[in-house]
C-alpha cells in the first residue's frame, strides 16, 4: 500500500461517520505526517508501517468525535478479502426507547365534571356497604335498639 491508497482507505472508512471538516483535517494531517518522515530519510513502507491500518485510526478518530455505531462488524481487507480480524465491540447493554409522557390540562368544567362523577361513586360504594351491613344486621339490631330505647325511656335521662 501507498501513501494514496492509505489516505482514501481512510477517508473511506471516515466517509458519513464524521462531519467533512474532520475528514479533511485528517487527511490533510496525515499526508503532511507521511511526507514530513520521508523528508527525514525514511521510507513511505517504514511509515506506514508505523501507523498501521487506517480503519484502526478511522475508528479511533470515529469514536473521539461521538461515532462509532454504525462500524459494527469485521473489516475485510479490499485487496485479498481477507477477514483482519478488527472487530468492534458492540455494548450489551442497549439504552430503552425514549418515552415522553404528555401531561394532560382539564379545564373547570372537566374537572367539576369528573369530580362529581367520583364523588357520586364514592357515596354509591359506601351507601351500598352500610346498606349490605344493615340488611344483614337489621334483624338482630333493631330489637336491640328499640329495648335500649324503652330502658333509657322508663329509667329516665341520667343526671
Not at 501513501?3 to 496525515?30: D, M, T
Not at 527525514?40 to 469514536?63: F, M, W, Y
Not at 337489621?138 to 322508663?154: A, D, E, K, N, R
Request: net charge negative; glycine share 10%.
Amino acid at each position: 500500500m501507498d501513501k494514496r491508497e492509505f489516505l482514501e482507505k481512510l477517508a473511506l472508512a471516515l466517509a458519513g461517520q464524521v462531519p467533512r471538516s474532520v475528514i479533511e483535517e485528517n487527511i490533510s494531517y496525515y499526508d503532511s505526517y507521511i511526507s514530513g518522515e520521508m523528508r527525514k530519510g525514511r521510507s513511505q513502507a517504514d511509515v506506514l508501517n508505523e501507523l498501521g491500518d487506517p480503519r484502526l485510526i478511522a475508528r479511533t478518530i470515529i469514536e473521539a468525535n461521538g461515532g462509532g455505531n454504525d462500524m459494527a462488524g469485521v473489516y475485510e481487507d479490499s485487496d485479498s478479502g481477507e477477514n483482519t480480524g478488527y472487530e468492534q465491540e458492540t455494548p450489551d447493554y442497549q439504552e430503552p426507547p425514549h418515552t415522553s409522557f404528555h401531561h394532560i390540562q382539564i379545564g373547570g368544567f372537566w374537572f367539576t365534571l369528573i369530580a362529581v362523577i367520583v364523588l357520586l361513586f364514592v357515596i354509591w360504594l359506601v351507601g351500598t356497604v352500610i346498606g349490605g351491613i344493615f340488611i344483614l344486621l337489621g334483624p338482630i339490631l333493631m330489637p336491640v335498639l328499640l329495648i335500649c330505647l324503652v330502658l333509657w325511656m322508663f329509667k329516665g335521662p341520667r343526671r
